[in-house]
């Protein structure tokens, strides 16, 4: 890899660690979401039941560790970790961007996990915009190999690359090249934002491209372009990282568009998910997946048993909001009625 790649996977842990890289003003939307409380649930809190099946594993909860970080010695120390408490935890897990180790093999060890967690479900990660640099569909299978994946995601971070120096410009004719990859490639391809939420087009794109899923990872948590400016060498990447701080399509209003334009496709939130109630708001509101990145990767820092007390934690809001709002289990929480939206003051 690149002492540039290098660099820049080690300041982006370091800035997300260090510095607030949050949206200034816009939020992900949930907040607009309310159970409607119930006194009388006739529900056993011990007996809630936050199991589901996703892409044909079964999984304890719907809660997913998103793509974060590889490439360095760092960074597979914290995939490990992450990795043995998600499956402790019957949960799943994203690896970040498997281009280091596509380029640069010697650095495969810092995404592989399986040792730790053989029954994980786990996503391989590639930037899409990889494949107008030459990669194709070997390269996506290779990433999926390497580390024993489920499922690869191709992740989408155009304005991201945008207001990065060294970023990657050329967006063009990406679609019909990740159709190619869903046809060829015999693990399911999930697309993900990295931020900025999917929209109705690009979902409708996506679902007929052949996709298995979309991660909308919406607006309101870490706003990459704020990552950027943190890492920006002059005043003119700096002003127009800056300009971006709040762009984008809030977490619960991407999860309405994508399912709306394409029903019947499994679709994963994340994007500034705070907690276990924001989880079940996100799967009230349909989701299969709820990913949240930030509080985990604190907590890898410290170590496994600090990764799996907060797992245990969003899991135990989960499973009270589940009490509280009358749901026993996944199916009742998506029934209409269980939320409100606020702005609407309608059932959800």
Known sequence: MSGTHARRKADHIRINLEEDVAFPRLTTGLEHYRFVHQALPELDL???????????????????????????????????????????AGIAMGLGSQRAAIEEPEQAYTFQVREVAPTLLLFANLGAVQLNKGYTVAQCRRAVEMIGAD????????????????????????????????????QPVVVKEVGWGISAQAARQLAAAGVAAIDVAGSGGTSWTEVEYHRAGTAQLRRLARAFADWGIPTAESLRLVQAAAPGLA??????????????????????????????????????????????????????????????????????????????????
């Open 46 to 88: 011990g007996a809630i039941d936050t199991g589901l099946t996703v892409l044909g594993k079964r999984l304890a909860a719907p809660l997913l560790i998103s793509s974060m970080t590889g490439g360095t010695a760092e960074a597979a120390v914290i995939n490990r970790t992450l990795a043995a408490a998600a499956e402790a």
């Open 151 to 186: 499922a690869l995601i191709l992740h989408l971070n155009p304005l991201q690359e945008a207001v990065q120096a060294d970023g990657d410009h050329d967006w063009s004719g990406l679609l019909a090249k990740i159709e190619g990859v869903c046809r060829a490639l015999a």
């Open 267 to 348: 679709v994963f939130a994340s994007g500034g998910l705070r907690g276990g109630i924001d989880l079940a708001k996100c799967v009230a509101l349909g989701a299969d997946l709820g990913g949240m990145a930030g509080p985990f990767l604190k907590a890898a820092v410290e170590g496994v048993e600090a990764v799996a007390a907060e797992i245990a934690a969003v899991l135990r809001e989960m499973r009270v909001a589940m009490f509280a709002a009358g749901a026993g289990n996944v199916a009742m929480l998506r029934q209409p009625g269980r939320l409100i939206d606020l702005h609407h003051q309608e059932e959800a």
